[in-house]
């Protein structure tokens, strides 16, 4: 996976990867973390598991899509020079777990997770994932917001190192986007009155 030269090879190959598993691997996949988040007040936890369904089912179905249409053909582009160090984080990943259990599902979400990355460009975690303290992965102006992006060396072969998403700078709670907003219309009403020369 290394070695691919253009976002399209990397598209084509991770399709082959992932057609090796089937929707019955997928479920699995999803139920394993719907059990491990159990115990987590149901509020929270609905939301979480909805990001994960789009984290897994969503990419997948984008990915076979994508392949299927011919798009790689017109992926030139060559894909983030993250990539290699991204490839040899997931080898020691599933290394590591075949010591304990079958890696399968964990090398299935990082084939997943390095498509959302490499070739579509957005974070692993989609726009919405809540995390502890009401926070969320958000979108503004092109730019991808994540509340934990710099807490990332406290986890084991975590994804953030390699995530197109940012550190925010300002709290990410869903209900900052309208202050945002609010925030860029008085910007740019106060630069027209400031700018107008009629």
Request: glycine letters at 6%; one cysteine or more; charged letters at 25%.
């Amino acid at each position: 996976m290394q070695d691919v030269r253009t976002k399209g090879d990397l598209l084509q190959l991770l399709a082959r990867e992932v057609e090796e598993c089937s929707l019955r691997d997928l479920e699995l996949m999803y139920a394993g973390f719907e059990a491990k988040v159990e115990g987590l007040p149901d509020e929270y936890r609905t939301r979480l598991l909805e990001a994960v369904r789009q984290q897994i089912f969503s990419a997948h179905h984008r990915l076979l899509v994508l392949s299927r249409s011919g798009a790689a053909t017109a992926m030139s582009d060559p894909p983030a020079p993250a990539l290699p160090a991204y490839c040899r984080m997931v080898a020691e990943a599933c290394s590591a777990k075949a010591k304990e259990k079958d890696p399968k599902f964990l090398y299935l979400k990082y084939l997943l997770a390095g498509f959302t990355i490499f070739v579509l460009e957005e974070p692993a975690h989609p726009v919405g994932t809540p995390f502890p303290g009401g926070q969320i992965v958000d979108e503004w102006e092109g730019t991808y917001l994540c509340p934990v992006r710099e807490m990332a060396d406290d986890v084991s072969f975590a994804l953030c190192p390699y995530c197109p998403a940012v550190q925010s700078t300002e709290p990410t709670y869903p209900e900052m986007r309208a202050r945002r907003e609010e925030r860029r219309r008085r910007e740019c009403l106060a630069n027209y009155w400031t700018n107008y020369k009629g």
